[in-house]
């Protein structure tokens, strides 16, 4: 059996059971919970719980992010997504248009101290050091993002996102604060003209695990400054991780206009 067919095997298995869709309705309403969140929610025992979470993490309809001791659980629609376009969108090409842009996303909202946090998960067909390459080169954020992302990469160093229209110019800057080539890659997102904002700068986390060909690639949005860059950072990621997604597995950039970045730090 190819391995696409057992994925879609995966899924339909976790739909079928209605405890497995509550679990998935939960986390529509409040993504980002802890085990306990969701045992207290449904009025579950944690084993019972835990056994329908490891069925739908496996099929990829959930996604695990680790916050220190506590293991937060995320929506994840893309392997729903997918089944769309295999059976829907040769009846609906219209509306795939407009879903192409939104890709395999786990999103939403995590509170801690009520500071925004976001979280998107994408799966890229490529190796690591090529997701890598392309995070990181500044001619291929041209292509993919408007944007040319320029530094060295290493610790300490400024990065700039600069526009492709007026190469001098950079709307988003910041610094490199860890880079493990290439596994993770942690950034500030701020001002260009290196001023922090009062709570200070937003910070960007992007983790790329590799198994089969395939990188898992989670990016952290943290210490967004409010709902409305929330708002703002939930259209862009999808968009631009799209089209990174769509050039590296097609050579091509998909039809849509590239997202502009905006710093979205935390404001007073």
Not at 50 to 79: I, W
Not at 220 to 247: C, M, R, Y
Request: charged share 25%.
């Amino acid at each position: 059996m190819a391995a696409g067919t057992r994925d879609v095997d995966r899924v339909f298995k976790a739909l079928a059971d209605p405890t497995r869709r509550l679990f998935l309705d939960r986390l529509r309403e409040v993504d980002g919970q802890t085990l306990g969140e969701l045992c207290a929610r449904l009025g579950m025992a944690r084993q019972s719980a835990t056994q329908h979470l490891d069925v739908l993490v496996h099929a990829g309809l959930v996604t695990v992010v680790r916050r220190g001791r506590e293991r937060l659980h995320f929506l994840n629609p893309a392997p729903l997504h997918d089944i769309g376009e295999r059976w829907i969108s040769s009846f609906d090409r219209p509306r795939l248009v407009a879903l192409s842009a939104i890709r395999s996303r786990a999103e939403e909202l995590v509170v801690s101290d009520s500071v925004p946090t976001y979280v998107y998960v994408t799966y890229v067909r490529a190796r690591a050091e090529q997701v890598w390459h392309a995070l990181t080169d500044a001619d291929l954020t041209a292509r993919y993002w408007g944007h040319a992302n320029v530094s060295d990469w290493q610790p300490g160093s400024r990065w700039e996102h600069r526009r492709t229209d007026d190469p001098g110019v950079a709307d988003v800057a910041g610094r490199v604060l860890e880079a493990d080539r290439p596994r993770r890659l942690v950034i500030t997102f701020g001002s260009p003209d290196g001023e922090r904002a009062p709570g200070g700068d937003s910070v960007v986390t992007f983790l790329l695990e590799e198994q089969g060909g395939i990188v898992r690639l989670t990016v952290t949005h943290e210490n967004l400054a409010d709902e409305t860059a929330l708002g703002e950072i939930s259209h862009g990621w999808p968009a631009v991780l799209a089209n990174l997604k769509s050039l590296l597995e097609t050579g091509e950039v998909l039809p849509e206009a590239p997202w502009e970045m905006a710093p979205a730090g935390r404001s007073s």
